[in-house]
């Protein structure tokens, strides 16, 4: 069931990286991710790395600039596809914020989103499962991280399930998906009309409801265009109501993408290797 | 005529990350071009990359994390695209190897090439003198790298015209265009049946005609599937023949793509800074 197919492979920073295709149980379909192990990898702790709307297991990896930190300090990298894909959902391929390349990290309990797209339960556990089952990791030692679509899988995941993680950041994350127009029209399709469904997955919601012992690390670009989509007030607000520790920083001039990322990413490795020992 | 049109800007580690575009008199078409200037940049170096096969103005300034080590010693860099594009020759996106992202550095003679790929002309005095014109480098220093294709481009300039540039290096260079399949292709297209035209183009041909006072930086991986294209054992055996000093490392399992490029680009930033002062 965990049996994973190697896809490529390509000697980096002294380590490997890989894309490993496997056939998932959430997802109903093939899924691939990507894998750094540093040099001489055994018993490493792991970091995972969940992308942006649009995103494949790729764009990570050839755009972030994160090999040469996590080799230097021993942390494998794991990163996962954003979506199902290749399966048959009408209306798959034609929204930016719904379908392919747009998972949300949610459970969909909605027809036809439902057979497939269980991008929560695939991330949070089946994927963990078939890494600590076939990759040189340490399974007691995980951080997660990510980035816009993917900084809200990764609050979501990290504080619902907070005692799993050592530690959590994000970059220019979705902070309210019940909120912003993306969110509400992936919600609605995956979940259904109840809005009261939608809060579960919403990253405020959580933390207010539940706050967890971690200090999130959050950096948010100050000429992001889509602050309207994010609503970084409404995490900062649901941290403080609940009393959720949050080191948020604002770069100013910076936008919302990769060259944005790649920027700090050194800065989120150290702090996610300080927690991983 | 020198005039530049910016198409994109981000912030990037402290700098900036700009895409220009312009009208090339050498290669009568809009030509674009990608430049990172670290902060505060007035009078810096300036270090040329060469790109390879099918790459546009984009791949480099994405994948090889250039602009960390950049910043930090501050180098602007500048990164033409590989060939024309929109212009209208028949046959130019049918081959990987001729026409769009295949420009080889030369100045095509032969019809239709010849009225447009001019690239030899183009990134040796055209680029540099808009760059000079338009942005806040300093003339008198700047340096060439480049990879695969543009390794050899960054050869054949750096050492064709080696007094204009303080250090060149590269990253698994076509060391020998006129012995490899894809240079003879490219060749022939542009140049004619004449080889002895080509050899002009031959980056072993031009170091044993005339060798540099350059150190050249060379990086190869050892598990690179196109070595018999790259030829590295003639531009060896031509820097030997004629006492060109090279500074030639095979890297044991890595191949030919921007994970191998991204992992020693440090280190040929580092040579270049040096030289730039």
Redesign the interface.
Known sequence: MNEIRLVSE?????GV?RTYEHDSASCACPMRFAVFLPGGADGVPALYWLSGLTCTEENFV??A?A??PAAELGIALIVPDTSPRGVDIPGQDEEIDVGSGAGFYVNATRAPWAAHYRMYDYVATELVDVVNANLPVDPGRKSICGHSMGGHGALLVGTRQAEQYRSVSAFSPICAASRSEWGRNALAQYLGDDENAWREYDVSEAIRRQPSAHTLLVDQ?G?DPFLDQLRPGDLQAACEASGQPLRYTE?P???H????V??FM?RHIRYHAEALG
């Open positions: 390509s000697r980096c920073f002294g990286q050839v755009k600039g090999q040469r670009g000429n770069r001039g910076y936008d993408g990769y060259f944005f790649s920027s050194e």
